[in-house]
């Protein structure tokens, strides 16, 4: 007998599989953590905390398919901009600010990602690095490329560069903590993270020009 899904069910809400993933990304975002509780899970997203079960198989499958959502979102977005017309400052620059925006609206997901290539067997590690990583780093050998030819870049490894710039927006919006104990802020507001978009994009910058 095949299994029946879950939305069949005039219990289960429509939409319950992504609900689940943006109620995990949320607690995440809120409580500054890579986990999570499968009972704040189904309380905060009103759903059965047996649907994790059916739907990704474990805690551990949940959060493989909420790093898999996240990093997908980033590939794709830098795969359109990669198709675009652009001078290679300008692109340079989109990219910088929408590294900064998703590290500002999901802190968690170098953390998550670093967690699970490390719980994970080789094999689905070796799929991580392929679906996410991979393509992120032909992006920024493409991006480096391209300003060097055009006399606007200096030349620098190009995965180097990547960690530069995500290791930038990732600690900055990973330590809450340092805020609120050095600087007397814990809330990361709009206000700062335009603040620190304009610094990383202008820091980043300056670094690429030839005569740096």
Do not use: W
Request: glycine share 4%.
């Amino acid at each position: 007998m095949s299994k029946t899904a879950p939305e069949a069910d005039p219990d289960v809400p429509a939409g319950a599989r992504e609900a689940l993933l943006e109620t995990a990304s949320k607690i995440m975002r809120d409580g500054d953590t890579v986990d999570i509780s499968l009972s704040e899970l189904s309380l905060r997203s009103g759903l059965n905390s047996a649907l994790v079960k059916y739907y990704f198989g474990n805690k551990a499958g949940l959060m493989k398919a909420l790093l898999d959502r996240d990093m997908e979102a980033i590939v794709h977005s830098v795969e359109a901009l990669m198709s675009k017309a652009m001078d290679p400052e300008a692109r340079l620059r989109r990219h910088i600010s929408a590294v900064v925006d998703t590290y500002y609206a999901t802190p968690y997901l170098n953390r998550l990602l670093m967690r699970m290539v490390r719980d994970c067997d080789a094999a689905e590690a070796e799929r991580i690095a392929q679906n996410h990583l991979v393509p992120l780093h032909r992006a920024y050998d493409q991006l480096i490329k391209d300003g060097v030819k055009a006399g606007v870049f200096r030349k620098v490894d190009p995965q180097l560069f990547y960690f530069t710039v995500t290791g930038a927006a990732d600690r900055f919006f990973a330590a809450r903590l340092v805020l609120k104990h050095c600087f007397d802020r814990d809330t990361l507001t709009e206000e700062l993270r335009d603040r620190y978009r304009e610094h990383v994009t202008e820091f980043v910058m300056a670094g690429l020009r030839p005569d740096s």
